[in-house]
């Protein structure tokens, strides 16, 4: 029997699953591989959809700007579906209420871990694009994620904060910021990072992820704030 949360889940996606377990298995972590009758993550299935996801913003963006070059092309495509962006996707549709994670998992964070969340959203187009085609993806595509690519556009928040801190430092004539990892927890297929920012010879902030590149966009975010 369908999980009644995958019901209003379906609901509010607009669409209905031929194969229900491809919907179930999108929003499974790999911490719950170890559970009864749980044999796969969400992770192949967020492979394809983060080609597909790239492909569909790719073809947006190049039929709605015909004058923009492609170096304003690429930067509008990594603002839009950097880890930042796709996780506020899921925050904002609650898709991280759907996930499913060990109890360790979810103890230590896993239902805020920005990483998480933007695999999610990837694993969801993934298996929408299985069950229904391109069509079923891209209606996901143009309902959850173009609003938010649309505002990151038109706000022009095109620069991850990396970029921002080093534009920044650059103008008040420092040198470039420097990243190191400071601490590393966890399991291996299950590590925290922790990256402190230096400019300069001084620790400005620090910042956690489930990957260096993620820790080093927090800690450069953190340092934003402080500059």
Partial sequence: MTNP??????????YQFENISLLETALTHRSCLNQPDITESYERLEFLGDAILEMLISVYLFDKYPDKMEGYLTAARSATVRTESLS????KSHFNDYIRMSKGEEATGGRKNL????????????????????????????KFILPNARDIIAL???????SSLQER??????????YLTIGETGLDHEKTFEVAVVIDGK??????????QDAEQKA???AMELI
């Avoid at 949360?5 to 607009?14: A, E, K, S």
């Avoid at 969340?117 to 595509?141: C, M, N, P, Q, T």
């Avoid at 022009?156 to 990396?162: G, I, S």
């Avoid at 620790?203 to 260096?212: F, H």
């Fill in 5 to 14: 949360n995958l019901n209003l889940l379906q609901d509010y996606l607009g």
């Fill in 88 to 91: 506020e996707v899921s925050v």
């Fill in 115 to 142: 990483s998480i969340l933007e695999d999610v959203i990837e694993s969801l187009i993934g298996a929408l694009y299985i069950d229904g085609g391109l069509s079923a993806a891209k209606a996901f595509f143009e």
């Fill in 156 to 162: 022009d928040r095109l620069k991850d904060p990396k």
């Fill in 169 to 178: 430092v650059q103008s008040l004539g420092q040198a470039s910021p420097v």
């Fill in 203 to 212: 620790q400005l902030a620090a910042g956690k992820g489930r990957n260096k």
């Fill in 220 to 222: 450069a975010q953190k």
